[in-house]
Each structure stands twice: as C-alpha cells, then as structure tokens.
C-alpha cells in the first residue's frame, strides 16, 4: 500500500499563499500520476491539480494562474504552490495518488489518498 501525508495547511489572508507537500512512502513504485483535491464544508471533492510523472499538468479552471503542481520524483513528493489565495479556495486539500502515469481529473481515477490538511482563506 501507498500512505499518503500532506503538510503546510494553515490559515492566511486573501492575497496571500500557502505550500502544500505530500509525502509518499510504502509501495511507492505503484504511484505514478500524482493529484490534488479539495473539499469545501458542504461540498462534494473536486478536482484542483495533477501532474504525471513526467511532468505533464493539468488544473481546474479555478486555480489556473494562481496555483502550481510539481513533484520530485526522487523523493517521491509533490507540491501544490497557491498564491493569491481566495476565501473560496477554504477547504480540506486531498494529496492522491494513481497507478498510471497519465494525469486524471476524476476522484474514481485514484486510488490512494491521504488524510487531508486544511486551508483557512481569511477575507
């Protein structure tokens, strides 16, 4: 099995940013694409940002120009870098992980998670 841990939650101002990481550690050779998801109180999950392992990215329309994906491969971590943060963007940020190397917007295209950290956007 994969296990999954995000850091760098927190709580900060609109404007400001935050730098989420996700540690991979297990069975990591079986982790490929890497994702991250977000759940806002009373919402379903959706989709923030993911990269493939060879770099390619893909991002929700609502985080494009504000936020980016990257990942070192050797340490087996990713990275979600948010500038201009907006209350909106308040919620649990999800680290996943597949076992293809393509990326994937969809929650059911993952099959590890971690337990989530979360991110407070003050107005």
């Known amino acids: 099995q994969v296990q999954l841990v995000e850091s760098g939650g927190g709580l900060v101002q609109a404007g400001g940013s935050l730098r989420l990481s996700c540690a991979a550690s297990?069975?990591?050779?079986?982790?490929?694409?890497m994702g991250w998801f977000r759940q806002a109180p009373g919402k379903e999950r959706e989709f923030v940002a993911a990269?493939?392992?060879?770099?390619?990215?893909a991002y929700a329309d609502s985080v494009k120009g504000r936020f980016t994906i990257s990942r070192d491969n050797a340490k087996n971590t990713v990275s979600l870098q948010m500038n201009s943060l907006k209350p909106e963007d308040t919620a649990v940020y999800y680290c996943?992980?597949?076992?293809?190397?393509?990326?994937?917007?969809?929650?059911?295209?993952?099959?590890?998670w971690g337990q989530g950290t979360q991110v407070t956007v003050s107005s």
């Open positions: 996943a992980g597949r076992q293809v190397r393509a990326v994937a917007t969809k929650e059911e295209e993952y099959v590890s």
């Open positions: 297990g069975r990591t050779y079986g982790t490929y694409a």
């Open positions: 990269v493939s392992w060879s770099g390619i990215r």
